[in-house]
């Protein structure tokens, strides 16, 4: 079954800038679907195939798609940016999550 | 605007039966595949199940195969998820979410409801 790999921590200082990675067989050839979620709330759709943002997110997220990994990338990062993210693809009739990758903003 | 609704959550034996619901609200309920992702305390999401825009399609992970069965009802625009033979890994916080494609699935969750708690336990 397809697997999809992310670290499970990144921290980044506050004004910098996070990238966070989804690792999957050729991910870049599937639609990859970014999740934020902190504490004790729903997921929220940032990042939409690949490399677009829902209206109102900032344009402060990012990603991009290719070969064997899929990006999130998060500039400027701020405390209210401090969450859980998850990637998300399909495999056949299946849908796929990544591990989760929990981001601490310094 | 968007509102899923979960309910039916509780605490339920090993081996017992519950059934959630997801309310929907906002959009043509009928037009949307809508999904069961849930999230066991502290790990990360799992997608359970789908069921398609009419009902007429319906995919679920192999752990919950023979056990939970979706089902909705565009009339009342509403879904479920009847879950028998709990196990204790069955525990976890379950969302219901639409699938963002019109009339289709293969897309990704735009909305997501604030989920409800089901512990699987003696």
């Known amino acids: 079954s397809y697997e999809l790999t992310q670290p499970l921590s990144v921290s980044v200082a506050l004004g910098q800038t996070a990238t966070i990675t989804c690792r999957g067989d050729n991910i870049g050839s599937k639609n990859v679907h970014w999740y934020q979620q902190k504490p004790g709330q729903a997921p929220v759709l940032v990042i939409y195939?690949?490399?677009n943002r829902p209206s109102g997110i900032p344009e402060r997220f990012s990603g991009s798609n290719s070969g064997n990994t899929a990006t999130l990338t998060i500039s400027r990062a701020e405390a209210g940016d401090e969450a859980d993210y998850s990637c998300?693809?399909?495999?056949?009739?299946?849908?796929?999550f990544g591990g989760g990758t929990k981001l601490t903003v310094l | 605007q968007v509102q899923l609704v979960e309910s039916g959550g509780g605490v339920v034996q090993p081996g017992r039966s519950l059934r959630l619901s997801c309310a929907a609200s906002g959009f043509t309920f009928s037009s949307y595949a809508i999904h069961w992702v849930r999230q066991a305390p502290g790990k990360g999401l799992e997608w359970v199940a789908l069921i398609s825009y009419a009902g007429t399609t319906k995919y679920n992970i192999d752990s919950v195969k023979g056990r939970f069965t979706i089902s909705r009802d565009n009339s009342k625009d509403t879904m479920s998820l009847q879950m028998n033979s709990l196990r204790a890994e069955d525990t976890a916080v379950y969302y219901c979410?639409?699938?963002?494609?019109?009339?289709?699935?293969?897309?990704?969750?735009?909305?997501w409801g604030q989920g409800t708690l089901v512990t699987v336990s003696s």
């Open positions: 195939t690949n490399n």
């Open positions: 979410a639409r699938d963002s494609y019109s009339g289709s699935y293969f897309g990704y969750f735009d909305y």
């Open positions: 998300q693809v399909w495999d056949s009739s299946s849908v796929i």
